[in-house]
């Protein structure tokens, strides 16, 4: 019907583009970053369960989602710490380069992160509304330690690798986390939607259940983007010197 939103099925995730798609590398999660020159670190905090994504590059340059972690949130007040200390244990072996939890409700638990992980290795990320503005690149403050993403176009970008086979997950189809991982890709839902007042169709991210790893894997991804690019932007300079002896002539590698 006219004005009904309808679900974008090329921006659908399917059974296929997880599991005709995991690593050839590892069969089971990685249990510290060994092996891998990066790790990110991606965090939904619930009020049930918290849902980390450890994300990895490998030896031959490949990026590999190496570890999904589900962490109890106990609401006795008297343990209400516990959570952020579990995350933190776990994180622990992965010594991540870079972490992006959500800040929501949870920004003292960005803090401790901070706290326990570094200024600059750490940032809370704000998520604005579900239709674009066409903010595809996100703003980070290293004065807030906080990042702020377009939640569309990131969802977008991500679904994009996953479809091209550019994430891998490790070789087990049965591993309950790796389903847990498929379903909640399954639960987004991108539409095109009819604007009232333009009657222009845009489109508009929504979910039918629960997204936790679906989000937090965008946070691992985009976490992931900003310190590879960063290397790269580095290694352009570091390769090329200035000759004092030659007029200033560069040379480089």
């Known amino acids: ?17 997880v599991l005709d798609n995991l690593s050839d590398s590892i069969v089971q999660p990685a249990k510290d970053r060994d092996g891998y020159s990066k790790i990110a670190v991606g965090i939904d905090w619930g009020t049930h369960e918290n849902h980390i994504v450890v994300m990895g590059i490998n030896s031959l340059g490949e990026t590999e989602i190496i570890k ?4 109890n ?8 710490n516990g959570d952020i200390n579990r995350t933190i244990v776990e994180l622990m072996p992965y010594h991540p380069d870079i972490i992006l939890a959500d800040l929501g409700f ?4 960005v803090d401790r992160l901070i706290k326990e992980f570094g200024r600059g290795r750490v940032y809370g990320v704000k998520v604005n509304p579900a239709r674009s503005k066409g903010e595809i690149m996100p703003t980070f403050s290293d004065v807030k330690n906080e990042v702020t993403i377009d939640k569309l176009s990131n969802n977008l970008f991500f679904i994009n690798q996953l479809k091209s086979g550019n994430i891998k997950l490790w070789n087990n189809p049965k591993d309950a986390e790796v389903l847990r991982f498929l379903e909640h890709w399954k639960n987004v839902v991108i539409r095109d939607v009819e604007d009232e007042d333009t009657k222009q169709i845009y489109k508009e991210i929504t979910r039918k259940g629960a997204d936790h790893y679906a989000q937090s894997s ?3 991804l985009l976490a992931m983007r900003k310190i590879v690019e960063e290397q790269n932007s580095e290694r352009q300079f570091s390769y090329t010197d200035i000759d004092n002896s030659n007029s200033g002539r560069y040379t480089g590698f």
């Not at 949130?73 to 209400?80: F, K, L, M, R, W």
């Not at 949870?106 to 638990?109: C, L, P, R, V």
Request: proline share 3%; hydrophobic share 40%.
């Open 218 to 220: 965008v946070y691992a």
């Open 1 to 17: 019907m006219l004005g009904e939103p309808y679900q974008d099925l090329s921006m659908a995730v399917f059974d296929n583009d």
């Open 68 to 71: 999904l972690i589900r962490i």
């Open 106 to 109: 949870s920004g003292t638990k």
């Open 73 to 80: 949130v106990d609401n006795n007040y008297n343990n209400i």
